[in-house]
């Protein structure tokens, strides 16, 4: 085997201000392939973190390389086809990686700048390729050779995820990592989702299985987080789906003393909260603070349009059990539901308010390729015709798509004035000072960290009009 030099990069997403204010990801999926290919000499390049590359100083990086892995979602596609175009300009073989690629492998018929797409997981087939297995014989794989494009078969999802590698975590500088203005880090317990909504890639990629690693795994991966790290984000779309695995991992965190370290946030389902108080309580008791839930809207005929699987009536529920117990819910929601009027939406803000979600993000109804939304979208000319992703770039303000009742331009009005709505002092102190006399101390951790999510609250609302503005210029 020859040992290859290879560069892994995370492409920019716009930053400093909106979301970049408040997250910047540690980029596991960078991470957990270089654990796979540890024979071979692995760089991670985070444009995230390092955002001193312009097109000299990255020519000047990749020529360096036997060959460049390159992760991209759609929104990145644009940065991602710049970066293959520069190192196809200095011979330098490319190979793409995660959703976009996957879910829609015909990019690389188009674009011969693109020369490799690992299609799913990534380990085994990356492995392999670097390995030197002939490429024919590579599942998962589509690859161009002399001027014609090749397109493997699928390879089957791995058994066990305790057979993964353990993340390469010293590949990276910890410092930059940050989510909400504390030092973080992400940990992939689990993947797939057993669910369908139609907006969504994730049960396409996966193919609705769902597998989890064992607690016993998770704990090992969490002794592996660098040491100054306050939080950890669990990236699992569905982390609670599996309650008795929950409730193992958190008598683990409590035996291992690991919830006096660290604070712990995941995503999860309305459904699985408002049937389980008591798995709450145990996984407060275990340190976490934040369930990030996406409600997507807060009206039954959109929930049941877009397949979401439950009713209405768990949402307060669902609320109400998180706060009893000292949990910030962080609620994600679509703007441009499909049957959603301007009215509709403007009582979806109001409704936010009145269930009491802590904090929310919107974005725009967006038709990722393989979802079911897509589909639709292109079948009734929701979406132009020509819409490439190649065209839109990072952080584009204008949305992708108009809906039967919203045009592109009304989602984006709505988009800012979801946050100028929720994001308003006035209704923020009332429910805090509200939240303090009905659930201390539940609520300890806040007074902890209060200076610093002031801090980071003030600068937030602050940038409000830019959340999604910004694009990234070096390389674009
Ligand atoms: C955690 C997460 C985030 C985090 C952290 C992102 C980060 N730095 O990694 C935050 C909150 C910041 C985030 C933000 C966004 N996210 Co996000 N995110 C996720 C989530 C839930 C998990 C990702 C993850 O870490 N998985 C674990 C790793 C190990 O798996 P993986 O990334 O899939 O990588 C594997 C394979 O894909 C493949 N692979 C991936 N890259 C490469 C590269 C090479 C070279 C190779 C060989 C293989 C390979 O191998 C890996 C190992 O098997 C996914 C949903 C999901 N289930 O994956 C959505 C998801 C990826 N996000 C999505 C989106 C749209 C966004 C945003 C654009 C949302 C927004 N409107 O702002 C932003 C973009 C931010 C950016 N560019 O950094 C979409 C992407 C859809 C698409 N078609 O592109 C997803 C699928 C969610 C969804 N349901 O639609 N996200
Ligand atoms: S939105 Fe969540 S629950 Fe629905 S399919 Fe996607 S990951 Fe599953």
Not at 242 to 261: A, E, F, Q
Not at 395 to 410: E, F, I, R, Y
Not at 434 to 459: C, D, E, M, V
Request: net charge positive.
């Amino acid at each position: 085997m020859i040992k290859l030099k290879i560069l892994l990069i995370y492409p920019p997403f716009p930053s400093g201000k909106g979301m970049g204010a408040i997250i910047c990801s540690p980029p596991l999926n960078v991470l957990t392939l270089a654990g796979a290919i540890s024979e071979h000499t692995v760089d991670i390049l985070d444009l995230n973190v390092d955002k001193s590359y312009g097109i000299k100083e990255m020519e000047k990086k990749l020529v360096n390389y036997d060959l460049v892995g390159i992760t991209c979602m759609s929104p990145t596609f644009r940065i991602v086809l710049n970066i293959c175009k520069l190192a196809k300009r200095n011979n330098v073989k490319t190979v793409l990686g995660g959703f976009h690629p996957t879910l829609d492998p015909s990019i690389i018929d188009k674009y011969d700048s693109i020369n490799m797409i690992v299609r799913g997981e990534g380990e085994i087939t990356f492995k392999e390729l670097l390995d030197g297995k002939p490429k024919k014989e590579i599942l998962g794989l589509s690859y161009r050779e002399n001027g014609k494009v090749y397109h493997n078969p699928d390879r089957p999802y791995i058994k066990n995820l305790d057979d993964l590698p353990f993340p390469r975590n010293e590949l990276v500088d910890p410092s930059p990592y940050q989510y909400t203005w504390m030092p973080s880090w992400v940990c992939e317990t689990s993947r797939g989702c057993p669910f369908t909504c139609s907006f969504c890639c994730v049960h396409e990629f996966y193919k609705r299985t769902y597998r989890t690693k064992t607690p016993e795994r998770v704990i090992k991966e969490l002794y592996q987080v660098p040491s100054q790290t306050k939080l950890v984000f669990f990236v699992d779309d569905n982390f609670t789906l599996n309650k008795k695995r929950v409730m193992r991992i958190c008598k683990l965190l409590k035996k291992s003393r690991l919830n006096k370290k660290l604070m712990f946030v995941c995503q999860s389902r309305v459904d699985d909260i408002a049937n389980n108080p008591d798995m709450v309580k145990e996984m407060h008791e275990s340190g976490f603070i934040c369930f990030f839930l996406g409600f997507e809207s807060l009206k039954q005929v959109s929930l049941d349009e877009m397949k979401k699987a439950y009713s209405l009536d768990k949402v307060r529920k669902c609320i109400d059990i998180c706060h009893y117990n000292g949990i910030i819910v962080f609620g994600s929601f679509i703007i441009g539901n499909i049957g959603e009027t301007k009215e509709d939406t403007l009582t979806n803000f109001r409704l936010m308010k009145e269930v009491e979600i802590d904090f929310m993000m919107t974005n725009p109804i967006t038709p990722f390729p393989g979802t079911q939304l897509y589909t639709e979208a292109v079948e009734k000319g929701w979406v132009e015709e020509d819409f490439k992703w190649a065209d839109r770039k990072v952080g584009q303000v204008k949305p992708p798509m108009a809906t039967p009742d919203l045009t592109q331009d009304d989602i984006q009005e709505l988009l800012m004035e979801s946050y100028h709505s929720f994001y308003d002092m006035e209704y923020h102190l009332k429910k805090s000072i509200r939240g303090i006399f009905r659930y201390y101390p539940s609520f300890n951790w806040t007074f902890k960290h209060l200076p610093r999510f002031l801090k980071g609250a003030i600068q937030f609302v602050r940038n409000l009009d830019e959340i999604v503005g910004d694009e990234y210029k070096a390389i674009d």
